[in-house]
């Protein structure tokens, strides 16, 4: 079994910054691309970042330029930096990964999900 925890979210005012964390705990051989959704009420999931394993990254053209995915490997964590927050960013976040377990099966996990609400 294989766990993806979030962390980092809350209240921000506009312009300022939050530092998303999703940590994969479990029966991990190796993780492969990972990446942040994100879900506002009455809108589907949307990708907003995705990084894999060779270094490559994805951005949503919206957040281009103000958020940064990195991920340390040694850790089984991928990181979201948030900067130049709008309210357009408020949302669920979601994070995902494509995970080789121990039996070398891949599977996709997603997160529980951490609300980030842009504000003033």
């Known amino acids: 079994q294989v766990q993806l925890v979030e962390s980092g979210g809350g209240l921000v005012q506009p312009g300022g910054s939050l530092r998303l964390s999703c940590a994969a705990s479990?029966?991990?051989?190796?993780?492969?691309?990972m990446g942040w959704y994100r879900q506002a009420p009455g809108k589907q999931r949307e990708l907003v970042a995705a990084?894999?394993?060779?270094?490559?990254?994805n951005y949503a053209d919206s957040v281009k330029g103000r958020f940064t995915i990195s991920r340390d490997n040694a850790k089984n964590t991928v990181y979201l930096q948030m900067n130049s927050l709008k309210p357009e960013d408020t949302a669920v976040y979601y994070c995902n990964a494509d995970v080789r377990n121990k039996w070398y099966q891949i599977r996709n996990y997603w997160g529980q999900g951490t609300q980030v609400t842009v504000s003033s």
């Open positions: 479990g029966m991990i051989r190796s993780i492969n691309d």
């Open positions: 990084l894999t394993s060779g270094g490559s990254t």
